[in-house]
Structure formats: structure tokens, C-alpha cells
């Protein structure tokens, strides 16, 4: 072999012993995960000044951490790169405000849902779907009952430019229901699309009511409310879950258990009325 | 190897292509006719407009790409209620707008240092000979100066137009569906990410390998006068072997 | 207004400025790490490049021409997603269980060093070849070994004319850094983005970082003006 050939080989060898005394992470039954959150989506999980994450979603993991008697570490990951790097291994639980899905239950495994909380739109108070009075919670399971509904919205939201979030099931929902009858912009951020909002680049949003309430709240946004019904069910999937590999099967049960406890003795209430304003248990 | 999977995304990697070859072109020709201006200014201006010029020129060869955009589409989009009473927001509300100003101004800033760089090494002789013959001076710019100019700066400008090309995937980040954006939406569909940006990049390279070679064959073909000569033309000019 | 601004980007206590510029710190860092990585590498791909070995020549122009040519975005996210792939794989074929991962910070290093490695190697490669071909056969005549002369004759050169041409490449490590924000490292671009989303003052924090960069590239471009001028020294240049 040559001179180069051989550096190479000796290289690319040592390269591999680095990276595996890098480490590996413990399977079953562990004592110390990683949990990834997107940290900018407030008020559920977004980033604060210092870098570390906070919101609704950083107190429920802790909780249910000490529950479990686990040391937890939280990092953040771009809303895209969760599920890819959650099966590359990058860290070992989603928290991140993901609903579960029979799409994303193909790749990975979602523990019992921690939070119910349907979706909506956010128009100007101008809009016609403001001035309309059609309302109330739709679950899309029963798409006898919401087909009629969003028939009715159409024509009030038509040409409209709305705003979503890029990769969630708001965007699928809009493509599924609203395609051709408004321009849907997608966002890598739910802050981009509250900026653009702000700006009038967009003409209304579609995202969980929880997190358009707590946009709508903050000053710039007085000219916009949030109108129409909500859906939740369907394409929307079971609510909100904590996603996880596959394989990790017993980390899986201590988090069913772990949420299991929380819902039964209120916590997530007490957390979800603090951070949201609203109580977005699931059901027993 | 999913090689079913590698096709499909391929071929709808191709659909963001149209955009991707809009962003560039639009822009690296803007660019070039502002960077142009900028370099033929530069050589004749007053002091203030020079300094302003070569601030313009620092600040957007100093930041990054990424933070242009930012700054064009987001920073911007604060001031919407200015921008309306100028009656500009109709262009600054389209992302496609804002993208294509960012890469303009930027291309054009880097155009024009390259651009400065060809004007400079152009002989003086040249234009002593082109002033004795009694041209005015934008005859000279035109027939002599300029094709010496931008034949010299051809090859980095080329490297320059590659560097749009790359450029041009920062714009996903604002939402435009270009090559990138698309790959980013077919990985949120599959959660694939390695197998589709694989392929993004496959097409990426195809794209810059074709500009390379074109530009090395413009090069080639504008420099006659710098290639060796082979026998057999010198015969043929000769009339033969005798 | 404007003492409204200075609050957000100052050292009060709502302010991020003490935050900024930990994340240019962090740019600076990350920058120095990726060029002085992409050194070491471009030096390689210049060698295999100028080698006798076919195989070398050939590997070392495909990734001279592959990483010059695919945006640097996508490397950045390809050696995000595909690395810890990767290294999971050679890590089983070694033996060791669970996943294998870099940090994000290697990561970025690694992105940054293997993008402008591609660079590097051209401008060492050209270095290189600039050296007069009569000091190597003069060098040979004196009977250097092949490493007294690497040491005497070709570094000292090489160094010298690669110059100008490293103080492209490192500018261009610093606005790549930029785009490492991507994979979550928090450096100057993607604190601006955190501050501008929190405060909702997009303008504000973009011009910051925008500053902040110029500071820094400038900095850095002066310092590599005068290290040229000193490796001119005593020699004339047309």
C-alpha cells in the first residue's frame, strides 16, 4: 500500500475508536434520558433568555421525571429535525407538542396523550369568518358532523393567505380541507408565522387555540382574534404524547405509568391552567 | 438502498429547480448590472459617494448571507406601516422579493470588488493607445477597457455565480420552495432526511458542474490569443508544407 | 425609541447584550475550530492531490469538487442527520451498544472543516506549485531527506504564498458559521433568532448580530493583512 493509502486507513480507524469511546447511551430501564423540545412555541415549550428551555411542557417533563426516578436532560431541536433525530439517536424522548398520528406512529412509538387541545384559525376582527357565529369543537373523527362545518367556512375564508406551521398536522389539515381555497404559506417556526402575521404578510394563522390565544395576547395583535370552530380528532390524530423509538419499549411503560399518575392527580391541570389558561387534560 | 424512494424524491426535488434557477439568474443578473455601476463609479466618483460605495461593499461582503435575508424579510417587515405609506409593502410582503433583493445586493457587493479588481488590471497602456486615437472616453470604456476588464474577471465571477447557485438554498429558510424547501417538505412526509438531502445535493452538484464547464468554455473560447498554436493551424496559415 | 433598543441589546437586566455576545464568542470559537480542522484536512487533499498514487489524485479532486459544489447548508445537515448514522454503525461494527453521537458543537466543527478543507486544499495545492521547481532539485542536490526538506523548503513557502488566499477561505468559515445555527448550536445567528422571536424585534437583533460579525471579520481580516505583509517582507512584488 502507499504511503497516503496507509495514513488513511490508520485515520478512518482512529476516527471510529474516538467516536466509540464517544460513548454509548444505555438501553432498558434507563437512569438518565434526553428529552427534545422544539423551545419556540410558546407558551407549551420555547426558550428563554438564557438559552434554557422553559414552559408548560419543560415542568410536566420534570414532573414526570421525578415520577419516574430518572435524570433528565432537556435539549432543544428544530421542529423538522425531531423525528429524524430522535431515530438517528440524538436524544430518546419528543416533547415537543406532537400529536400522535397513525403517520408518525409508522416510525416511532407515542406514550398515552398528556394534553388534548384542538386547533384553529386566527383572523382580523374584519374577517368574515370573525363576524360569522359559527363555533364550537369538531372531531373530525366524525367527518359527518365536520364536513358540513368547514363547507360553511370556505367561503369565509376564501383568497385568505394563511400561515401554518411546516411538518405539523395544522399544515396537513389545511391541505387536506382548505386546499385551493386560500394560499397556505408554510413556516419552519410558529414565531415566524406570528411575525408575519404582525406584518400583514399573512392574512390569518391556523395553530393549536392554546398557542394562538397566548400569541394573540402579547401587543401587535389587537386587530386579530381567534374565530370559527375547533377541530380536534381525525387527521389531527389523539392529542398530545411524548414520542419515543421504537425499540425503547420500557422506557415507553414508565412514561405511560409516569402520565398515567399525573392526569390522575391533577398536575397536568394545575400546570396546564398555569402556562395555558386552559385545562387541556385528556380524558381517563 | 431504496432505489424506488431515491427516484421518486428526485424527481420531486425537480419541481423546486424552475426557483432555484430563477433565484439565481434573476439575481446574479441584477447583481452584475448593479455591480457594474458600482465599479464604474468607484473609479471616477467623489469621495463621499466612493466611501458610501465601499461602506455598502464592506457591510455585505462581512455578514452573512443568512443574516441579509433575516434582516431583509423579517427586520424589515417591522416597519410595515413606513413601508406602506412609500407604497413599497406590495414588494416587500412577497418572500420571492425580499429573497431575490438579499441575493442581489449581496452578489453585487462581491461583483463589485471583482469587477474593481478587472478594471484595474487592465494595462495602461490600452487606454493611452485608445485615448491617442482620439476616443471619447465612454468609447474607450466600451471597445477597449470593459472587454479586457470582464474577460480578467470571468473566472472569479464564475466561482461567483456558483456561489448564487448554493446561495440560493439559504431562501428556504424564508419559505420559498426552492430545491431545499422542497427537500425539507418530502423529509416532513418521510422523515428520511439523510436519503433526500443526499439527493438535493446530487442535484445541486449537476447544476454547478454544468455552470463550471460552460463558464471553463467561454473562458477558452473569449482567449484565443493565449492558447499555444498546434502545428497543423500554423501550416495551414503558412499554406502548406513546402 | 432609541434608548428602548439599547435596553434590549444592552447589559441591563432585559437585556440581551451579555447573551450576544456569549453567542459571538461561541461564532469565534467554532469558526477557529472549523478552519484550523479544515487545515489539517485541506493539507491532506493537497498531498493525496500532488501524489503519485492514482486512487489519491482522484479521491482528493472528488472532494475538493464535491464539497465546493453542494450548498453548505446541505453538508451541514447531511453531517447532522448522517453522522451520528454513521458513527452508530461503525460504532456496532466495533462492538459498542446504544447509539453513538456527536455533540453539536463537533458537529459543527466537523461541517465547517470539511467544507473549507475543499477550499483549503486548492489554495495549498496552488502554494504549493507556485514553489520554483529549481529549489527542489537544488534541495535534492544537497541530499535533504524528504522530511528536512517538507520542514526547510515547502512549509515555509507554502505558508507564505497561501496567505491571501487562507484569508478568503477563513472569511468564508466565519459567515458559514452562520448557518450551524441550523443544527441547533447556539451561536451569534441563532441567538439572534432567539431574542428576535422572544422580543419580537426582528430588526433590532439581526442588525446586532450583523455588527457583531463585522467586528469580528473585520478583526480577523486585519490581522491577516498584516501577517501577509510580514511573510512579504523583503521580497519585491510586481
Known amino acids: 500500500m502507499t504511503a497516503f493509502r496507509k495514513i488513511a486507513s490508520l485515520a478512518a480507524l482512529a476516527i471510529s475508536a474516538l467516536a466509540v469511546a464517544g460513548g454509548a447511551r444505555a438501553e432498558d430501564k434507563p437512569t438518565a434520558i434526553t428529552i427534545a423540545t422544539e423551545g419556540a412555541y410558546a407558551p407549551w415549550n420555547f426558550t428563554g433568555a438564557d438559552g434554557k428551555a422553559e414552559g408548560m411542557e419543560i415542568d410536566l417533563a420534570n414532573d414526570l421525571c421525578s415520577r419516574m426516578k430518572v435524570k433528565c436532560t432537556i435539549v432543544i431541536q428544530d421542529w423538522g429535525g425531531l423525528i429524524p433525530g430522535l431515530t438517528a439517536g440524538k436524544f430518546d424522548v419528543i416533547m415537543a407538542s406532537m400529536f400522535i398520528t397513525d403517520k408518525r406512529l409508522q416510525v416511532i412509538n407515542f406514550s398515552r396523550p398528556y394534553a388534548i387541545d384542538p386547533s384553529t384559525f386566527a383572523v382580523a376582527k374584519t ?5 360569522s357565529d359559527l363555533s364550537g369543537k369538531y372531531n373530525l373523527n366524525d367527518e359527518a358532523a365536520a364536513q358540513p362545518v368547514i363547507d360553511k367556512m370556505k367561503p369565509l375564508v376564501k383568497g385568505e393567505i394563511v400561515g401554518v406551521q411546516a411538518a405539523t398536522t395544522n399544515q396537513q389539515f389545511l391541505k387536506k380541507y382548505f386546499d385551493g381555497v386560500i394560499d397556505i404559506r408554510e413556516y419552519k417556526t410558529t414565531q415566524e408565522h406570528d411575525l408575519d402575521l404582525a406584518a400583514g404578510r399573512v392574512d390569518a394563522l391556523f395553530a393549536q387555540s392554546t398557542a394562538l390565544a397566548a400569541t394573540l395576547s402579547k401587543p401587535g395583535f389587537s386587530a386579530y382574534t381567534i374565530a370559527g370552530p375547533q377541530f380536534l380528532g381525525g387527521v389531527f390524530g389523539r392529542g398530545t404524547g411524548a414520542g419515543m423509538r421504537k425499540s425503547d419499549t420500557a422506557l415507553l411503560a414508565m412514561f405511560n405509568d409516569a402520565i398515567g399518575d399525573a392526569i390522575a392527580d391533577g398536575t397536568i391541570k394545575t400546570l396546564s391552567m398555569k402556562w395555558l389558561k386552559a385545562d387541556v387534560t385528556p380524558p381517563q | ?184 417538505q418530502i423529509i416532513s412526509q418521510t ?39 498546434n502545428i497543423e493551424d500554423a501550416v495551414a496559415i503558412e499554406g502548406g508544407l513546402h | 425609541m432609541a434608548s428602548a433598543t439599547f435596553d434590549l441589546i444592552g447589559f441591563g437586566p432585559e437585556g440581551w447584550g451579555p447573551a450576544l455576545l456569549r453567542a459571538a464568542a461561541m461564532t469565534f470559537v467554532l469558526s477557529v475550530a472549523g478552519f484550523l480542522s479544515g487545515a489539517a484536512l485541506g493539507a491532506i487533499a493537497a498531498f493525496a492531490r500532488l501524489s503519485g498514487d492514482r486512487f489519491a489524485r482522484v479521491a482528493a479532486f472528488a472532494y475538493s469538487v464535491l464539497f465546493r459544489g453542494v450548498p453548505d447548508l446541505l453538508t451541514i445537515y447531511l453531517l447532522y442527520f448522517g453522522g451520528s448514522v454513521a458513527l452508530t454503525m461503525i460504532g456496532h461494527w466495533l462492538g459498542a451498544r446504544g447509539f453513538v453521537g456527536l455533540p453539536l458543537f463537533a458537529t459543527g466543527m466537523a461541517a465547517l472543516g470539511v467544507i473549507s478543507g475543499a477550499y483549503q486544499a486548492e489554495v495549498y495545492r496552488g502554494a504549493f506549485l507556485a514553489i520554483h521547481r529549481g ?6 542536490a544537497f541530499g535533504m531527506s524528504g522530511l528536512t526538506m517538507l520542514r526547510k523548503l515547502v512549509v515555509p513557502q507554502v505558508l507564505r504564498y497561501a496567505i491571501p488566499g487562507l484569508g478568503n477561505v477563513w472569511q468564508l468559515v466565519l459567515k458559514d458559521s452562520a448557518l450551524v445555527s441550523v443544527i441547533g448550536l447556539v451561536e451569534l445567528m441563532r441567538q439572534a433568532q432567539v431574542g428576535a422571536g422572544s422580543t419580537r424585534e426582528p430588526f433590532v437583533f439581526f442588525c446586532a448580530a450583523g455588527a457583531l460579525y463585522l467586528v469580528i471579520a473585520a478583526a480577523t481580516g486585519a490581522l491577516f493583512r498584516t501577517v501577509e505583509r510580514r511573510s512579504r517582507r523583503g521580497f519585491r512584488m510586481v
Open chain 1, 127 to 131: 374577517s368574515p369568518l370573525a363576524k
Open chain 2, 1 to 184: 438502498m431504496d432505489i424506488t424512494f431515491l427516484a421518486d424524491t428526485l424527481v420531486e426535488l425537480l419541481k423546486g429547480a424552475p426557483l432555484t434557477l430563477e433565484l439565481a439568474a434573476t439575481s446574479v443578473g441584477l447583481g452584475f448590472v448593479l455591480a457594474l455601476a458600482l465599479g464604474l463609479t468607484l473609479q471616477s466618483a467623489p469621495a463621499a459617494l466612493r466611501w458610501s460605495i465601499r461602506g455598502y461593499v464592506t457591510m455585505f461582503r462581512g455578514t452573512p448571507l443568512l443574516v441579509q435575508i433575516f434582516l431583509i424579510y423579517y427586520g424589515l417587515g417591522q416597519f410595515r406601516p413606513t413601508l406602506e405609506t412609500l407604497g413599497l409593502w406590495g414588494f416587500f410582503r412577497q418572500p420571492y422579493w425580499c429573497a431575490i433583493l438579499a441575493l442581489t445586493l449581496n452578489t453585487a457587493a462581491y461583483g463589485a470588488e471583482i469587477i474593481r479588481g478587472g478594471l484595474q488590471s487592465v494595462p495602461y497602456g490600452q487606454i493611452e493607445a485608445a485615448r491617442a486615437c482620439g476616443m471619447p472616453p465612454w468609447t474607450a470604456y466600451r471597445l477597449v477597457v470593459l472587454p479586457i476588464a470582464l474577460r480578467q474577471a470571468l473566472p472569479s465571477y464564475g466561482n461567483e455565480i456558483i456561489l448564487m447557485i448554493k446561495g440560493t438554498s439559504l431562501t428556504s429558510i424564508v419559505t420559498l420552495l426552492e430545491i431545499t424547501g422542497v427537500a425539507q
Open chain 2, 191 to 229: 422523515y428520511r432526511a439523510v436519503e433526500v438531502f443526499a439527493c438535493a445535493g446530487a442535484i445541486y452538484l449537476s447544476m454547478n458542474y454544468l455552470v463550471a464547464q460552460s463558464l471553463a468554455a467561454l473562458e477558452h473560447w473569449l482567449s484565443p490569443h493565449l492558447r499555444t498554436p
Open chain 3, 135 to 140: 529549489e527542489i532539485e537544488a534541495a535534492r
